[in-house]
């Protein structure tokens, strides 16, 4: 018989492969992102510590406007705020999500920002 298709279920089915192979540490903490239908959030995660280093999003940031652009003014936050910290070099969990669209352009952004990934 025909099964709908959860997505968020097949999103966290992605997610959870990812995260196998991806892990923050000390020198190199994970940037994770989330997004919503209405807002994109970033953390800088060290795993090995279960701390959050940075943490932005555009609901805190109360940042309005188009999705991309808004993904790109986080991505440039994110960026500065990590240097900030003494945070150069991180790895890249995009959660699941495909990489295009806000997820591509957050990336783009936070590389333009100096974050190396």
């Known amino acids: 018989m025909y099964e709908p298709i959860n997505k968020n279920a097949e999103r ?4 959870e492969t990812i995260r196998k192979k991806v892990h923050g540490t000390s020198d190199r903490p994970r940037l994770a992102v989330f997004r919503s239908l209405k807002h994109i959030s970033v953390q800088i995660i ?6 959050t280093l940075v943490m932005v999003s555009s609901k805190n940031e109360g940042l309005k406007g188009k999705n991309i652009q808004v993904a790109e003014k986080i991505g440039a936050i994110t960026g500065q705020r990590a240097l900030e910290a003494g945070i150069k070099k991180v790895v890249f969990d995009r959660s699941g999500y ?20």
Do not use: P, T, W
């Open 12 to 15: 966290l089915r992605r997610k």
């Open 46 to 51: 060290n795993d090995d510590e279960g701390r």
């Open 98 to 117: 495909i990489y295009h669209g806000k997820v591509k352009a957050l990336a783009d952004s936070a590389r333009k920002a100096g974050l190396e990934f």
